[in-house]
């Protein structure tokens, strides 16, 4: 994945790479394992960082294609360089707790194209060696998708 970012005040390139697998426990029951890298190179060198992440996702294959799931995500950023109004490199540890449910409501026979809905709730706990950066916050997001 690569993106380019132009904004009034940024500009520059985000790279990444994820890798990831399904362990099918048996004919309900799943784990996902995922790990990936962020590459982030702004023209502020300050705001440019390297963040690699690993995430896990057990679910729960229910009838009538419901999947309840729980899932953790943990990422470390680490900044290029100092800040100007601090006397250190940033470096953050983000710990990312989600519980939620996926309905599939149309699934094509090949299994290729699926139409779901998605609802969520996910804690995120930033720890920062900047206190400006150190968070707490709660998100409820609910999606729509159609896969192809």
């Given at each position: 994945m690569k993106q380019r970012i132009r904004t009034?005040?940024?500009?520059?390139?985000?790279?990444?790479?994820?890798?990831?697998?399904?362990?099918?426990?048996?004919d309900r029951h799943r784990i996902n394992i995922f790990s990936g890298m962020e590459?982030?190179?702004?023209?502020?060198?300050e705001e440019s960082f390297n963040q690699p992440w690993i995430?896990?996702?057990?679910?729960?294959?229910?009838?009538?294609k419901w999947e309840p799931y729980i899932s953790y995500r943990f990422a470390h950023s680490k900044y290029k360089e100092?800040?100007?109004?601090?006397?250190a490199k940033r470096s953050d540890r983000k710990h990312d707790f989600?519980?939620?449910?996926?309905?599939t409501f149309?699934?094509?026979?090949?299994?290729?194209?699926?139409?779901?809905?998605?609802?969520?709730?996910?804690?995120?706990?930033?720890?920062s060696n900047m206190d400006l950066y150190?968070?707490?916050?709660h998100a409820i997001d609910f999606s729509v998708g159609f896969s192809f």
């Open positions: 009034t005040f940024r500009s520059g390139t985000s790279d990444g790479l994820f890798l990831g697998t399904m362990f099918q426990l048996n590459l982030e190179r702004l023209h502020l060198d995430a896990l996702r057990y679910s729960v294959l229910l009838p009538h100092k800040e100007w109004l601090f006397d989600g519980v939620g449910v996926k309905k149309w699934e094509s026979r090949d299994r290729r194209r699926s139409l779901d809905a998605e609802a969520s709730y996910r804690y995120t706990r930033n720890y150190d968070y707490k916050r």
